[in-house]
C-alpha cells in the first residue's frame, strides 16, 4: 500500500512541474483564440482526470436516492465515502489491493455494490462510474428502463458481521453473534454493545396480523381452499390501515411460505423454502449483511442474503449537504 500510495505522490508531483512548465511556456508565446481554448480544454481535463483519480482512490461523494436510512440519511443528502477503508479498488468495481487487514466493523455505514444490478457491459459500468466521480456525482448516465438512476451502489448498515446469526420476526431483529449461542433482541444488543441508536420502525406491531391474514389468504386462493372467516377479520385491520396490504415484504413472504408448506407438507421445496425463514440468515465468513435503518422500507440484505467484504466500496464518513445537516457520522 506504501508503494501505491509512493506512486501517487510521485505522478502528481511529475504531472503538476509539467504541466507548470507548460504554462509558463504558453505564457511567453503569443496567446491566440486557439491556444485560449485548448489551454481551458486541458485545464478541464486535467481536472476531471485528477477528480476520478482522487475519488476512485480516497474519497467519493455519494447521493442518497432513497428513503433506506431514514432517519439517519435522508433522500438527497449529499456524503463523503472514505474509498481506503477496506483496501483500495484498482478500477470501479474491480479487484482491491490491501484488504487483508481492513475488514468492516460492525455498524459501520458502508457503501457497495448492489447485488442485484442489471450490468450493461464492464465498458459502459466503468464509464458510467467515472462520469458519475468526474462530475461529484453531479451526473449518472447509468438509467433504469423508466429513466430514474439505476443503484449502481447500495448505502447500509453493517447489522451483521461473519459468524453471525440474523433473524426476523414481526420486523423486528434478533441477533445471535459469532461464539454466542442465544438469540438477542436488536435493541438490547446494541445497548449492550454501546452501538448507534439509528435502526428505526415506524409500522405499528398491531398491523402485522393483518399482514399475515393477507399472505395466508393469498396462499388459500392459489390452492382453491376456503377462507375463514378469521382471517378475514385479522385482514381488514391492514385493509383500512394508512399502508397498502403488503408494507412488509420479507414478513410476507415468511408466511406465505408458512401457509404453502402447511397446505402441503410433502412437498419439499415447499418446505425448504419456509426453512429458510425459521433459520434466519446465516453470514459465512468474510461477507457481511447490511440493514437500512429505516426497517420498514429498505431493500436489503433481508432479500439478497450477505454481501462479500470484496464488494464493500468505502464507508460513509461525513455529511456534506444540506448544509443545516454537515457533520460527521462517528455518531450516528
Do not use: C, H
Amino acid at each position: 500500500m506504501d508503494r501505491f500510495l509512493t506512486w501517487v505522490e510521485t505522478s502528481t508531483e511529475k504531472a503538476l512541474t509539467k504541466r507548470k512548465a507548460k504554462r509558463a511556456y504558453n505564457k511567453a508565446k503569443k496567446r491566440t483564440f486557439l491556444s485560449e481554448t485548448l489551454e481551458w480544454i486541458d485545464a478541464l481535463v486535467f481536472g476531471v482526470f485528477w477528480v476520478i483519480i482522487f475519488n476512485q482512490f480516497l474519497f467519493q461523494l455519494f447521493l442518497i436516492p432513497s428513503p433506506s436510512m431514514v432517519d439517519t440519511l435522508l433522500i438527497n443528502d449529499r456524503v463523503v465515502v472514505f474509498k481506503d477503508q477496506y483496501g483500495v479498488e484498482i478500477y470501479p468495481a474491480g479487484p482491491k489491493i490491501s484488504e487483508e487487514n481492513r475488514r468492516v466493523q460492525r455498524d459501520d455505514i458502508i457503501t457497495f455494490y448492489n447485488p442485484e444490478y442489471n450490468s450493461k457491459g464492464p465498458v459502459f459500468d466503468i464509464l458510467s462510474q467515472a462520469i458519475y466521480m468526474g462530475t461529484l456525482s453531479l451526473v449518472n448516465i447509468d438509467k433504469n428502463e423508466d429513466g430514474t438512476p439505476a443503484e449502481r451502489l447500495y448505502v447500509k448498515r453493517a447489522a451483521g458481521l461473519g459468524g453471525d446469526n440474523i433473524y426476523f420476526n414481526n420486523g423486528n431483529v434478533y441477533i445471535k453473534a459469532a461464539g454466542t449461542g442465544e438469540w438477542v433482541d436488536e435493541d438490547k444488543f446494541r445497548s449492550d454493545n454501546l452501538l448507534s441508536t439509528g435502526p428505526n420502525r415506524s409500522v405499528d406491531q398491531s398491523l402485522y396480523p393483518g399482514l399475515k391474514a393477507y399472505a395466508r389468504i393469498t396462499a388459500y386462493n392459489e390452492a382453491g381452499i376456503p377462507i375463514p372467516s378469521a382471517l378475514i377479520e385479522d385482514f381488514q385491520i391492514v385493509q383500512n390501515s394508512e399502508y397498502s396490504y403488503i408494507f412488509d415484504y420479507y414478513e410476507y413472504s415468511r408466511e406465505y411460505s408458512a401457509a404453502k408448506a402447511s397446505i402441503n407438507p410433502e412437498s419439499l421445496l415447499a418446505r425448504s423454502d419456509n426453512a429458510v425463514y425459521r433459520t434466519g440468515i446465516y453470514v459465512p465468513e468474510g461477507y457481511v449483511l447490511p440493514l437500512g435503518d429505516n426497517r420498514d422500507n429498505s431493500q436489503d440484505g433481508r432479500y439478497f442474503g450477505p454481501v462479500n467484504e470484496k464488494k464493500v466500496n468505502g464507508r460513509v464518513v461525513a455529511r456534506f449537504w444540506p448544509i443545516g445537516r454537515i457533520g460527521l457520522m462517528t455518531e450516528s
